[in-house]
């Protein structure tokens, strides 16, 4: 069997939350040994070891019990730290220095050590110190305001009369997608620090800046803006900047079940007329040509619905994309669980946790052939790992360990 | 930065996965984007360098390729793809986005290159993946965000799903295969051989999305749309005097009644009952009711500032000006200056000088941060930069022209004399 891509690298983890934890997992899942630092007094919420959401974002991972707030604990770290070469943390800028962790003091006692920060705004700049989550990142980068259909909505209870002041409402994402967005990059750019370190012999602090993470994601718009000033605004489900029609989302049979369409070719175009069956109006003038289509928008949408709603969104996507056209459900999570293209491609696996018993989690989808992710389980339980680390890593004596837990150090 | 000085990566992507190469970019690996002679087709895609339909002013090419070398060669033709061995002979990764069938036919399949360098890493992007039942079925942004979850859950309940804003799916696709190229990377140095690292844009989109599997595999949850708030109570978005502001209300809602309450505007939200989170819940529009009377007396400015004061999560829902002017990104430098030359020389140049001439308060904009600068018969544009801060200053150069580094690689790198080239371009290869 091959060894794993990232086996022999160590890393210390303070992360908490969404963003964080999703960067160790992934670490995590290619074979690089995470130990999570953790308390009794803060294991709780999102942080409590015995709930579907540590679990998910937690698996594979080693947990060790560690009293911040101890005056000794900053001791132990450091020795930790001696033996790691990755520490990651996503508090808010002055949480690591007030524990006399900051980068610098790290690197006195392992010179090539590989700090990453990630916080909402990054370490510095006036609002180093903002609180945020997935959501205020979104708002603050113009995703949410941007995210949204380019008319004024009917407004959806008597609180919001956005509708009256003559705005668009804004809708943006029903998640905390910059977490992940931000995780991501924390990845990316540890393993860049680490090629780095392998070939130059220096470590790094790298400061990742959640805001400017999710901005990345809008970095056409932000040039069309400094460069032509055009301002970017709702685009609903329209095609944007690629030249598509006919293009959107489309309602199908059932409940709130649609389907996505999107044409680009004249090719496409008769070979979706072919799938109708050439109805009477995909032979009229105004439907013509591409241009004439892109003209007639709201007119070939209406009659394409009059099509789809006697479909399921299944049978849509099936029927188009056999002819060559792209076409997909929208899939709610449900969808998703039996997407068979998903499971044929083992996106969800299972997980046995002592506490929560089996439970489905989505695997990464970084799919190498040669050495693949190997998941090594559920989530750590807390401080399961205490002895591994301490006594197995740090070479603690049982006595030392006692003292330690019992001046509510390892606690 | 040049903390990836020294990996050679050949770039065949569309716009599916053309930010990929980028990322590696921006750490100084040296990118190679082959596209066919003439130029890529995603250079007709907008929006354009001041409104107008041209392959060497596209934004997104720009913006995609910016620090990549470039070359034109024609993979379809036996010649194109003799010299395209010897480029993979040379190179550590290489990035593409072909239907699968199409690359296997054109000898570009894992299989084929690696009987040609078994160090090389091959990262390939497509709508559902190498495998499995859809794996030849054709994708884009839209189709990625349906079938990876994200649409059904954006938008309001009374609205049809919603695409997010942007090519979320592009994005996220690119960052898992920059990753799994950096982890192939790594692994390389201990086996010496390289791998097939196969990326779904479907799969990319459901593996972000947060919570929503979570909650599906623990309580049975099907996360649906629901717009301006959270059904759970946990947050909304409400109108101000000069926009909206994204407040979250369920752990600070003590906090909250004591704001409202200093401007006498609590009213019955003192009282005890309001306190139990389910019961806020259950009665819900009424505490939007409230909120909404207290956030449109005030300006987004006002009311998130003061919650930033108080330690909560709270963000005025920007546009995207506000964002791109807001301090804390030019505090961090997060905008870099690139310059395009070419736009001052030759046809350009008319342009640039009626535009120097004509609208003067550029400069001006350019002194107080707005991101352009025209001076010297030189264009500089503020480019967004990178969301990290790591060793080595961060520099970008613009996207290349159409074929800008054939002779550098050709004859450079490869060695082809000045008369090859000529007949290569004669016959069409490049």
């Known amino acids: ?411 | 930065m040049n903390l990836l000085e020294g990996l050679q990566i050949l770039d065949l992507t569309d716009e599916k996965a053309v930010f990929c190469s980028k990322l590696l970019a921006d750490l100084g690996a040296e990118v190679i984007k082959i596209e066919r002679p003439g130029g890529d087709s995603s250079r007709w895609l907008g929006p354009f360098w001041k409104n107008s339909p041209h392959p060497e002013r596209s934004l997104s090419f720009w913006y995609n390729n910016s620090s990549k070398l470039g070359i034109t060669l024609n993979l379809e033709v036996k010649e194109g793809q003799e010299i395209f061995r010897q480029l993979v002979n040379k190179t550590d990764v290489i990035i593409e986005t072909f239907p699968p069938e199409y690359a296997k036919k054109l000898k570009l399949d894992y299989q084929s290159l690696v009987e040609i360098n078994q160090r090389l890493i091959l990262a390939s992007i497509t709508g559902f993946g190498q495998t499995g039942p859809y794996r030849q079925y054709k994708s884009c942004d839209i189709v990625a965000s349906a079938t990876g979850g994200q649409m059904y859950i954006c938008g309001a309940p009374d609205t049809p799903p919603l695409k997010p804003y942007g090519e979320q799916s592009y994005f996220v696709a690119s960052l898992f295969a920059a990753i799994g190229i950096l982890v192939a990377l790594r692994e390389r140095h201990q086996s010496g051989k390289g791998q097939h690292i196969d990326i779904s844009l479907q799969e990319a989109v459901a593996a972000t999305l947060g919570h929503v599997f979570t909650r599906y595999f623990y309580d049975g949850a099907v996360s649906q749309r629901q717009g301006y708030y959270d059904r759970d109570g946990s947050f909304c978005l409400l109108p101000c005097q000069d926009g909206y502001i994204f407040l979250t209300i369920d752990r600070e809602w003590d906090i909250l009644v004591n704001l409202l309450d200093n401007e006498g505007m609590a009213e019955d939200l003192k009282d005890n009952r309001w306190q139990d989170s389910q019961y806020r819940r259950q009665h819900f529009d009424h505490v939007v009711e409230m909120l909404t009377r207290w956030t449109k007396r005030h300006t987004r400015a006002q009311l998130f500032l003061l919650g930033q004061l108080m330690r909560l999560p709270w963000a005025p829902v920007n546009s995207l000006p506000e964002m791109v002017n807001s301090i804390q990104l030019s505090e961090r430098n997060y905008f870099v200056p690139v310059e395009h030359p070419e736009l001052a020389s030759s046809e350009g140049q008319l342009d640039v000088v009626a535009q120097f001439i004509g609208q003067l308060c550029l400069i001006n904009q350019a002194t107080n941060g707005e991101g352009r600068e025209v001076g010297d018969k030189l264009l500089r544009y503020h480019y967004p930069g990178v969301p990290y801060v790591m060793t080595g200053k961060y520099m970008m150069r613009r996207a290349p022209l159409i074929g800008e580094h054939n002779t550098q690689i050709y004859q450079g790198r490869l060695g082809l004399s000045s008369e090859d080239l000529k007949r290569l371009k004669a016959n069409k290869v490049i």
């Open chain 1, 1 to 411: 069997m091959n060894k794993e891509a990232l086996q022999g690298i160590r890393i210390l983890d303070f992360t908490w939350l969404l963003a964080g934890p999703y960067a160790t997992r992934t670490l995590a899942d290619f074979g690089a040994e995470v130990i999570k630092v953790q308390s009794e007094k803060t294991a709780s919420g999102a942080e409590d070891n015995t709930t579907g959401y540590f679990n998910t974002w937690n698996r594979g991972k080693l947990s060790i019990t560690l009293n911040m707030s101890h005056p000794q604990a900053r001791n132990i770290v450091l020795k930790l730290v001696k033996i790691s070469d990755v520490v990651i943390e996503n508090f808010t800028p002055r949480v690591m220095p007030n524990w006399g962790l900051s980068y610098n003091k790290l690197a006195e006692v392992k010179p090539d050590i590989i700090m990453l920060s990630m916080s909402a705004m990054g370490q510095t700049g006036p609002w180093r110190d903002f609180a945020a989550l997935g959501h205020t990142i979104q708002a603050f980068s113009g995703i949410t305001y941007l995210t949204s259909f380019p008319y004024k909505i009917a407004p959806p209870s008597p609180g919001n009369d956005g509708g009256q002041t003559g705005q668009i409402l804004p809708l943006g994402l029903g998640y905390a997608y910059a977490d992940p967005v931000a995780g991501l990059f924390a990845v990316f750019t540890v393993l860049a620090a680490l090629e780095y370190r392998d070939k130059m012999g220096q470590g790094q602090h790298i400061d990742i800046s959640e805001y400017e993470a999710f901005c990345s994601s809008l970095g056409v718009a932000i040039l069309d803006y400094t460069v032509n000033d055009n301002i970017a605004s709702p685009q609903g489900n329209n095609p944007g900047r690629s030249q598509a029609a006919p293009y959107g989302c489309y309602r199908c049979q059932g409940d709130d079940r649609w389907c996505v369409i999107a044409l680009s070719t004249e090719e496409e175009w008769q070979a979706f007329c072919q799938v109708l069956r050439y109805p009477a109006w995909s032979k009229e003038e105004r439907f013509s040509n591409f241009s004439a289509r892109k003209r007639h928008v709201p007119e070939l949408d209406k009659l394409i619905e009059e099509w789809t709603i006697k479909h399921t969104p299944e049978e849509v996507m099936g029927l188009l994309q056999e002819a060559g056209i792209s076409a997909g459900v929208v899939e709610n999570v449900k969808d998703l669980a039996n997407d068979p293209q998903l499971i044929a491609r083992k996106f969800f696996l299972q997980i046995e946790h002592p506490v929560l018993g089996k439970s489905v989690s989505d695997n990464t989808p970084i799919k190498l052939s040669r050495t693949p992710a190997r998941i090594r389980g559920a989530a750590p339980l807390l401080g399961q790992d205490n002895d591994y680390v301490y006594r197995g890593l740090l070479g603690m004596s049982e006595e030392e360990v006692s003292r330690y837990i019992a001046e509510g150090v390892i606690y």
